[in-house]
């Protein structure tokens, strides 16, 4: 899996992630909001953690199928 491409909603930037690596001055994409008590700022994250967090996706929704709950719509 790579990861996904730049759009100019999320250009490829150089930042700090702040998914699981927490890595400063490494590129980096928008990929959502992130809020906490009250605030929302930008979340960004490097293409390594990105690729974990799909991996950790699609591992949680192979797990609900062989399971037979299906996978959650949100």
């Known amino acids: 899996m790579t990861a996904p ?3 100019p909603d999320s250009a490829w930037i150089v930042g700090h992630c702040w998914l699981y690596c927490g890595r400063p001055d490494v590129l980096v994409t928008w990929i959502g909001p992130a ?3 009250g605030i929302t700022m930008p979340m960004h994250a490097c ?3 990105i690729r974990h967090l799909a991996d950790l996706v699609w591992s949680e929704a192979a ?7 299906g996978l959650s719509a949100s």
């Open 47 to 49: 293409g390594p953690c």
């Open 35 to 37: 809020s906490a008590r």
């Open 63 to 69: 797990r609900q199928d062989r399971a037979g709950t």
């Open 5 to 7: 491409a730049a759009t």
